[in-house]
């Protein structure tokens, strides 16, 4: 079993950029493909970033793409995420959550452990 638990969030301006990170408990971490996901008020979950179990592989919603960055450090057990160009529209509680088996997806339902999450607030 895998817990993860996320860190970094905060209140931001428009246009400044935060970092994220999600520290996974288990030696097994580096098998799991990892993923970002994020909730706005009275919206539902929704895929922002996630990655291989190698690091080698990424994929980014639409809406962040050029804009934030995922990356994860297998011998810190540890996933990240870098947010650049932060708009308002990215207010949210950012969720991260861990995938059993290397590929990974951009499905919510794929995931077998999910964080607490933590908020992040852009303001304009």
């Known amino acids: 079993q895998v817990q993860v638990v996320e860190s970094g969030g905060g209140l931001v301006q428009a246009g400044g950029s935060l970092r994220l990170s999600c520290a996974a408990s288990g030696r097994t971490f580096s098998t799991y493909a990892m993923g970002w996901f994020r909730q706005a008020p009275g919206k539902e979950r929704e895929f922002v970033a996630t990655?291989?179990?190698?690091?080698?592989?990424?994929v980014y919603a639409d809406s962040v793409k050029g804009r934030f960055t995922i990356s994860r450090d297998n011998s810190k057990n540890t996933v990240y995420l870098q947010m650049t160009s932060l708009k308002p529209e990215d207010t949210a509680v950012y969720y991260c959550?861990?995938?059993?088996?290397?590929?990974?997806?951009?499905?919510?339902?794929?995931?077998?452990?999910w964080g607490q999450g933590t908020q992040v607030t852009v303001s304009s």
């Open positions: 990655i291989s179990w190698s690091g080698t592989m990424t």
């Open positions: 959550a861990a995938k059993r088996g290397s590929m990974y997806s951009i499905q919510l339902h794929a995931y077998d452990y």
